[in-house]
Every structure is written in structure tokens, then in C-alpha cells.
């Protein structure tokens, strides 16, 4: 992130997760100010905190603590102003995720950590002290540590309460609960999924996952009640199954939700599929639940290069630095100062002052990513100077 870039926030503040040094709610966007010299090159939403990667490696969270979701003790319940990882500045982090209560992270080494919430095993930790009933007890990790210390990760991800992690070889493995408790055994310890191989990207939502392999096709597998798998049915799927109808398509992204998905071509055309109520999916006033992939006509036209899919909205970027929001509207969540849920894409205006350094001169905010959260989003914009886009190459 260059200097005259901001962190965006906003939708729900109540634990703090906007950043922005109350619990307030957002229904427009609004700047993370302390982090306006931080260099930051990545954000990530998670249900009810955030963090940001500096292009240092440097990571810095905030909003829900109770269960040490933000890397350190929780002396209070919520922190609203993002603070430093102390246990990670020794490492160069270059991708992490949020899941329920859990986090994980990756080093420039592969290394991966986890920290947070652990009693379905999602940190990868088994534990040895127990209860009176001589039965297992499971405690937070209010520290990171060191997760999957066997393999070399390239990419990880955080479920509900599992955690999924892609691998430099392009093998995808996991561990922790991938379903609501009491439908599948839990582990604490990383399982590879066999069948799966040469995988380039992976994206996982509160119960479902999927794989973006290299030959372009997309596996998914886990809960599918909602008919997130897009497998045409919501029979779970244990093991990775095809996604039907995206053949002769090119995929570059992939993203998963609560319970929906989507997918990104190419050409910039934006496919979703699974739970529509709110209108989450962006099929307009069709807000019924899709249990294959389908076209977002009401974003042909946007030329999109991120989805970023939350709880219950989605926002999509475009190539021109436009985000366009759809899904659940209170908290503020959709970002245009109204509290209306819709299944219409409508563009989230960026009304921020210029950096110092315009002086004056014509331009405007550019977002370059988004994420999307629990109820709140953030996003990076930078400032596009039109005078600078006139001259001649």
C-alpha cells in the first residue's frame, strides 16, 4: 500500500472490529486512521474482528478478544483500535485468515500459526489436561504458535472451527470440526485430502470449502444445506466433489461465505450459488437459494476483478476501483448510508477527503481489495490522480 493509500471500514463496530477507535456503527465508509503509516498490503474480515498485513510482514488485529482471537491476552473483551502481533514481529507474514473464533496465519518461510479459540482442535493442538470426568479439556491460544510444523504451506484458511491450509506441492489438508458439532469426528492433527491434487487457490466458509485446482476446475466439499457445494443437491460431501456448471469457463478467484459462494472469470463475470435469502447472491429481487453456479447479470456490465463474500452480503470490485455491495443492509453493512436489504448491486461511494499530497488537484479513491466480514467490511483504496490518467505514455 503506497502512502496516499487507506484502510476502509465499515457496517458493525459493536466489538470494535471497524478499527476506527469506537464501537460505533458505520453506515458509510470511514478510514482506519492509525493505520495510515503502516504500509498495509492485505485485510481480513473475520465474524466479529479484522486484521491487516503490512507489506513488511508486520500483522495487526483488533475487535473481539474473549477467546485471544487477536494474537495476545485479552484484557479486555474488545479493542478498537488495531494493535501489533508482538508474538509474530520476528516472522514475515504474507497471508492469514479469520475463521469463528480462530486465526491463522503464513510466513514468507511457509511456516503456518495458529491462535484463538481451539476446542474443536482448529488451532492443531491436542491437549493433554482433563476435566473431572477424566474427559479432554480444550483451552484458547491467546499466543500464536506453530500449526502444521510438517508441511509447506502456501495458503491457509479458517472455517467455522476448521482450518484448511494449501500447500506448496498443491496438496490441500485439514483439520479441527468442518461440520457442526456431532456430524463428524473431530482432529486436531492435519489430515491431507486425497484426490485433490495440483490446487492453486482455496477458499473456505463457516462449513464448506473450496479448491481451485490448475486445470481450471473447482472442487468443493462439507456442509450444503444452502446447496453452497454447488453439486446440484444439499447432500454434504465429505470428500471434494466437481462443482457443476462452470465448464469452458477460466476461473482466476474463488471466495465462500456463511453459506454461499462465488466465483470469478476471467472476462470479469461474477457466478454465485447457495444460501440467497437477503439477497447475499446479487440476482436482484431473487433472493431463492441456487444449488448450481449462475451468472450475476447485474454486474456484467462492472468488468469485476474481487468478490468477497461475508455472512449474509458479498462486495464486488471492479477494475476501476468501484465497489458494488448486495445482501443484508442493517448495521450498515452495504456501506451507502442506507439499512436496505437488497439482492440490486449497488455502488459503495468512497467519500473521503484527498490525501494531503493532491494539493488540490482532480482525482479520487480507487478500491484495490475488499473483505467481508461477519457484519462489517473492509477494503484498501488508494488515490487516483485524474490529471496524472490524462498524460500521454
Known amino acids: 500500500m503506497a502512502s496516499d493509500s487507506v484502510i476502509l471500514s465499515w457496517g458493525s463496530g459493536e466489538d470494535g472490529q471497524l478499527g476506527i477507535g469506537s464501537w460505533e456503527e458505520r453506515e458509510w465508509v470511514c478510514s482506519v486512521k492509525s493505520l ?6 492485505s485485510v481480513v ?14 500483522l ?11 494474537g495476545h491476552p485479552p484484557e479486555t473483551k474488545t479493542e478498537s483500535v488495531p494493535s501489533q502481533v508482538k508474538a509474530l ?18 510466513d514468507d ?3 503456518a500459526y495458529a491462535w484463538g479459540g481451539n476446542e474443536y482442535g482448529q488451532c492443531g493442538e491436542e491437549l493433554e489436561k482433563k476435566d473431572d470426568g477424566g474427559r479432554t479439556m480444550r483451552r484458547d491460544i491467546v499466543i500464536p504458535q506453530r500449526c502444521a510444523s510438517m508441511l509447506h504451506v502456501r495458503q491457509v484458511a ?10 506448496h506441492d498443491g496438496h490441500v489438508w485439514t483439520w479441527g470440526q468442518p461440520w457442526p458439532p456431532g456430524d463428524i469426528k473431530q482432529i486436531s492433527t492435519p489430515v491431507r485430502l486425497h484426490g485433490l491434487e495440483k490446487v492453486r487457490l482455496i477458499a473456505v466458509g463457516a462449513f464448506h470449502n473450496l479448491a481451485l485446482r490448475e486445470d481450471g476446475m473447482l472442487w468443493a466439499w462439507g456442509n450444503n444445506e444452502y446447496g453452497q457445494l454447488g453439486t446440484g443437491d444439499t447432500q454434504p460431501r465429505s470428500h471434494p466433489d466437481p462443482v457443476q456448471g462452470l465448464s469452458g469457463l477460466t476461473l482466476v478467484d ?3 461465505g456463511g453459506w454461499h459462494s462465488t466465483a470469478l472469470t476471467d472476462d470479469g463475470e ?6 440467497g435469502e437477503h439477497g447475499r447472491l446479487g440476482f436482484g429481487d431473487d433472493k431463492s437459494s441456487k444449488m448450481v453456479p449462475q451468472r450475476v447479470q447485474l454486474l456484467d456490465e462492472a468488468d469485476i476483478v474481487q468478490v468477497s463474500c461475508g455472512g449474509t452480503h458479498s462486495v464486488a470490485c471492479t477494475r476501476d476501483g468501484r465497489m458494488f455491495s448486495f445482501g443484508r443492509g442493517d448495521h450498515g453493512r452495504l456501506g451507502y448510508g442506507k439499512k436496505v436489504t437488497t439482492g440490486h448491486p449497488m455502488e459503495v461511494p468512497i467519500n473521503l477527503l484527498p490525501p494531503k499530497k493532491a494539493n488540490g488537484a482532480e482525482g479520487h479513491w480507487s478500491a484495490k481489495l475488499v473483505a467481508c466480514g461477519g457484519r462489517h467490511t473492509l477494503a484498501i483504496a488508494s488515490w487516483t490522480d485524474e490529471t496524472e490518467e490524462l498524460l500521454p505514455n
Open 36 to 41: 495510515e503509516s503502516k504500509n498495509i498490503s
Open 158 to 167: 479458517a472455517g467455522g472451527t476448521h482450518s484448511v491450509v494449501l500447500t
Open 254 to 256: 474463488i471466495a465462500a
Open 270 to 275: 461474477v457466478y454465485a450459488w447457495g444460501r
Open 109 to 111: 518461510q511457509g511456516q
Open 89 to 106: 514481529e520476528d516472522v514475515k507474514i504474507i497471508q492469514a485468515a479469520i475463521g469463528g473464533w480462530h486465526c491463522l496465519a503464513v
Open 45 to 58: 474480515a473475520g465474524s466479529r474482528n479484522s486484521l491487516a498485513i503490512c507489506g513488511d510482514g508486520k
Open 60 to 70: 495487526f488485529t483488533w475487535g473481539w478478544n474473549q477467546r485471544g482471537t487477536l
